[in-house]
């Protein structure tokens, strides 16, 4: 079974999924930082495959995928690191990345790859729907990974059910239809939307995801979807402290 359905099956609530972005600080950082996150018991982690132009991500993100592209980050290089965890990590692993460096690298043969190297699902953030279902799906469920589809403040509800009843996984919805980045607080608006799709009730669980940085917004998260997903947070501690296991004690601790 796939390990993201295992993992709702078991868990509903408060899950916590870490993003970050793979070569970065360093180029062989990557091993370690998911290690250190599952024995941290976090519950999912993205890893980001560093591209020149990441439109939807703020600059945080942005920096970290310029310097991991810098380090000599590659598709190629990050599949070799993978496989050499791939029977130690029980957590559910997922790539997020664009769609063009996945098109270069050839979408069955990365799915195949991401297959033996025991990743669960993909987020491609610019592959719109009518694409990923005409082309990509049939492709995807192959090799038996779930692909992650956002939603926006501004996504429709006939479109969120649309993606709903043709996802599996989870989906990600997003707090705010900007690039990625770090918030003290949810506006009162935001939460309204948290509360409208809540009440959607949709097939999916969903995790909140743009913005989470501290206990508050962590909580707001909590109270309107199955759990949080948080990235430039701790993307700028890995920066900061350019040591994983510090950086991931100091995100745990500031979410306390």
Do not use: W
């Amino acid at each position: 079974m796939n390990k993201i359905t295992t993992l709702f099956q078991h868990k509903q609530r408060n899950i916590v999924s870490i993003y970050f972005t793979a070569g970065f600080p360093q180029l062989n950082d990557t091993i370690e930082i998911i290690k250190e996150l599952q024995l941290n018991g976090i519950d999912m982690i993205e890893i980001g495959i560093p591209f020149s132009d990441p439109m939807a991500d703020g600059k945080v993100i942005q920096m970290s995928s310029y310097k991991a592209i810098q380090n000599g980050m590659n598709l190629k290089i990050l599949f070799k690191q993978l496989e050499t965890i791939k029977d130690e990590i029980h957590i559910p692993l997922i790539m997020m990345g664009y769609l063009n460096p996945i098109i270069q690298y050839d979408f069955k043969k990365f799915c195949e790859d991401c297959q033996k190297t025991n990743i669960a699902g993909i987020i491609i953030p610019d592959l719109p729907f009518e694409e990923y279902f005409n082309e990509y799906k049939f492709i995807a469920e192959t090799y038996n990974l779930k692909m992650i589809m956002l939603i926006t403040p501004k996504t429709s509800e006939e479109r969120i059910r649309l993606i709903d009843n043709n996802v599996e996984g989870f989906i990600y919805m997003v707090s705010a239809a900007a690039t990625t980045g770090m918030q003290k607080s949810f506006s009162k608006q935001k939460q309204e939307y948290f509360r409208k799709v809540n009440n959607m009730k949709l097939r999916n669980p969903r995790l909140i995801g743009f913005g989470i940085s501290n206990k508050e917004t962590l909580t707001a998260a909590f109270e309107n979807s199955s759990g949080a997903i948080i990235g430039s947070k701790f993307v700028s501690l890995l920066a900061e402290e350019k040591n994983p296991k510090t950086a991931i004690q100091k995100l745990l601790s500031g979410l306390k």
